[in-house]
């Protein structure tokens, strides 16, 4: 079983930059489809990037597309996302996910969840 554990997140100003780590203790992390979501404070989930098992694939959010990349080191068994640009509306705690599928989008195609680390951007 993989077990996720997310890290970098906390408060930065609009326009700055943050990286989120995600590592997974698995011998298998390899295998998976990799994707970061989101939350806001109110708001439902939402997909932010996923890549695939190699790393040759990716997959955002127009919302974040060009200011936000997602990359991963399988001899460390661990997932990145770089957060650049920030914005207000980037606040939200992070997750990070596994999948068996090929770059989903949707939260119901993952199945297992980190426990979140907190993203806040000031005005």
């Known amino acids: 079983q993989v077990q996720l554990v997310e890290s970098g997140g906390g408060l930065v100003q609009a326009g700055g930059s943050l990286r989120l780590s995600c590592a997974a203790a698995?011998?298998?992390?390899?295998?998976?489809?990799m994707g970061w979501f989101r939350q806001a404070p109110g708001k439902e989930r939402e997909f932010v990037a996923t890549?695939?098992?190699?790393?040759?694939?990716?997959d955002y959010a127009d919302s974040v597309k060009g200011r936000f990349t997602i990359s991963r080191d399988n001899t460390k068994n661990t997932v990145y996302l770089q957060l650049n640009s920030l914005k207000p509306e980037d606040t939200a705690v992070y997750y990070c996910?596994?999948?068996?599928?090929?770059?989903?989008?949707?939260?119901?195609?993952?199945?297992?969840w980190g426990q979140g680390t907190q993203v806040t951007v000031s005005s």
């Open positions: 996910t596994t999948s068996r599928s090929y770059l989903p989008r949707r939260a119901t195609d993952y199945f297992l």
């Open positions: 698995a011998r298998t992390f390899s295998s998976y489809t």
């Open positions: 890549i695939n098992w190699s790393g040759g694939s990716t």
